[in-house]
């Protein structure tokens, strides 16, 4: 009886903690079906529910729709993503299984980039793609991805791969397998949990990335949906049910991502450097 109790204690207070978790979202739930003067009551679910805010928050700029707006996002993350896996794997199957000098030395730079702030690189950037003339373009957005995708990346990916046991390195070289080889048949395919957790984490995090957006981003032609949002808040007459309706529909990309590529994501997490 003592062991049922304790059972129904901890789905109750999971219950109630989930509860406490999720009530952010399902007040922006609620609260973007609301009217303006409706988002300072105490309740929920709005009395007659403002379905028109998702429409007239879809085609919210004249010329251009959120669809226009979620496909310049998309086009972006695509960049972004495929740069960063690949040119990350690339870098990490160097660092753990080639040997060149100073390895040791190179990999322990690369490790302490990760402590440098990121505003530092901030303006050097901007005025070496300024004078590129790459401003207001993906461009600056898109390329420093292709250049290793980033240290924590190339960390988690160096793990993963040391796990790996080097027998099926000198079994493919015995078969007369290359150096490039060995990266596409063998390795390559062997990290795609951790690949995909990479993916993962470049999407999201590029996708929130409305800093960089609007350092770069100045044509409404090339606004991504960060950049879209904003311009609500542009207008003297700020309708609030209407962009709570699109910022809800901004992060359903993410969700849905994450879910289907969630038995992966957890693998790649769960087994980067444990395997012996």
């Not at 207001?136 to 995708?149: A, I, T």
């Not at 063998?186 to 609007?214: E, H, M, N, R, Y």
Request: no cysteine; glycine share 10%; net charge positive.
């Amino acid at each position: 009886m003592s062991r049922l109790r304790a059972k129904s204690f901890d789905h109750v207070f999971l219950a109630v903690f989930s509860f406490i978790m999720i009530y952010p979202v399902i007040w922006w739930v609620g609260a973007s079906l609301k009217k303006t003067s409706e988002l300072r009551l105490p309740t929920i679910w709005p009395s007659i529910p403002m379905w028109e805010n998702y429409s007239k928050g879809w085609h919210f700029s004249g010329d251009y729709t959120f669809a226009h707006f979620f496909g310049n996002t998309l086009l972006m993350e695509l960049g972004n993503v495929a740069g960063g896996v690949l040119t990350a794997a690339i870098v990490a199957y160097g660092f753990g299984r080639l040997y060149f000098g100073l390895k040791g030395f190179w990999f322990s730079i690369l490790l302490l980039t990760m402590m440098l702030p990121g505003q530092v690189t901030v303006v050097p950037q901007y005025i070496l793609f300024n004078k590129l003339g790459m401003v207001d373009s993906y461009v600056p957005l898109v390329l420093p991805h292709f250049f290793g995708g980033g240290a924590f990346f190339i960390f988690l990916l160096v793990q993963f791969i040391r796990g790996i046991p080097r027998d099926l390195d000198e079994a493919a070289k015995i078969d007369g397998a290359s150096v490039y080889g060995i990266f596409l048949r063998i390795i390559f395919p062997l990290i795609k949990p951790a690949l995909v957790t990479v993916g993962i984490f470049t999407f999201i995090w590029s996708w929130d990335d409305f800093f960089a957006q609007v350092l770069y981003l100045s044509s409404v032609e090339k606004f991504t949906v960060g950049l879209a949002l904003r311009m609500f808040i542009d207008q003297f007459d700020i309708q609030w049910g209407q962009l709570l309706a699109m910022s809800l529909l901004s992060i359903m990309p993410s969700v849905v991502i994450f879910f289907l590529a969630q038995k992966h994501f957890v693998e790649g997490i769960a087994t980067t450097g444990l395997k012996g």
